[in-house]
């Protein structure tokens, strides 16, 4: 299931992006999807995630209320709209899919159990 981001840019601090991530072909609803980011010279770090079939969401302590995560199933898209952003989100972000386990729950922010990634868009916030 390849994937396609879009979205990133370069805002100013307090603004707003959102992030989109299209997955051509057929798609499940037995899928998971996960964002995370790497900033430079930092290791790769979970965002948020969301299951496909539920859509029930997760974020990381660090963009939860800011941050949202979302699908739309006719467009096969996942969105994650960020809001009030901080020269610290500037990053490449990425997305990923990985079939739903039933602990999910437990491993959503587990990098390595997503199987496809994006390309990976830039985020770039000013101060």
């Known amino acids: 299931v390849p994937l396609v981001e879009s979205g990133g840019g370069l805002v100013q601090t307090g603004g707003s992006l959102r992030l989109s991530c299209a997955a051509s072909g057929r798609f499940f609803s037995t899928y998971a999807m996960g964002w995370f980011r790497q900033a430079p010279g930092k290791e790769r770090e979970f965002v948020a995630a969301?299951?496909?079939?539920?859509?029930?969401?997760y974020y990381s302590d660090s963009v939860k209320g800011r941050f949202t995560v979302s699908r739309d199933n006719a467009k096969n898209t996942v969105y994650l709209q960020m809001n009030s952003l901080k020269p610290e989100d500037t990053a490449v972000y990425y997305c990923?899919?990985?079939?739903?386990?039933?602990?999910?729950?437990?491993?959503?922010?587990?990098?390595?159990?997503?199987?496809?990634w994006g390309q990976g868009t830039q985020v770039t916030v000013s101060s």
């Open positions: 969301i299951n496909w079939n539920i859509g029930s969401t």
């Open positions: 990923a899919a990985r079939q739903l386990p039933q602990d999910y729950s437990n491993t959503y922010h587990v990098q390595d159990r997503y199987k496809t």
